[in-house]
């Protein structure tokens, strides 16, 4: 008995959400991490795959999770594995990174969004000349002043 309710349970959860009037205003009256948006720019000079190829396919590891687990919500692993065996959180995140520019150095920070320009120029193997990425670093939680001193040395 159990194991159908807890499934009647899971279905009509789905595609719900536990954000109502009340407590979404934290969003507008909360900090929110801060946000840095920098465009990578790759050029090759003798070698497409080495100068663009590579540094923008390591760019976009690090932008995407190291590993997401084929296991699926927590309430399907609950229904299969019981609450004994189910991992609240499976997946393993995103690289951190951190950032020298200029006279600061940036971290902890993760790519939460990057692009490729697929109309970029090409050699005439197909291979990027060229490639300019646009990418949105953030920070992991809000920062404050004092934090925003600690980038500045």
């Given amino acids: 008995m159990f194991g159908s309710d807890l499934q009647r349970l899971a279905h009509g959860l789905e595609g719900r959400t536990a954000i109502t009037k009340l407590n979404s205003t934290q969003v507008f009256v ?50 299969q594995d019981g609450f ?15 950032v020298k520019y200029k006279d600061a150095t940036y971290w902890p920070l993760v790519i939460e969004s990057i692009s490729k320009d697929t109309n970029a120029p090409v050699d005439k193997n197909g291979k990027f000349v060229e490639l300019s990425v646009p990418m949105q670093l953030t920070t992991l939680a809000a920062i404050d002043r004092g934090d925003w001193d600690k980038y500045l040395y």
């Avoid at 923008?56 to 690090?62: A, D, R, S, T």
């Avoid at 004994?84 to 951190?98: E, G, I, N």
């Fill in 84 to 98: 004994k065996y189910a991992t609240t959180f499976p997946s393993v995140a995103p690289v951190l990174l951190a």
């Fill in 30 to 79: 909360g900090a929110t991490p801060a946000k840095f948006n920098i465009t990578a720019l790759f050029r090759a000079w003798k070698d497409p795959v080495k100068e663009v190829h590579e540094p923008f396919n390591q760019l976009m590891k690090w932008a995407l999770p190291v590993e997401l687990s084929d296991e699926g919500s927590l309430a399907a692993r609950l229904l």
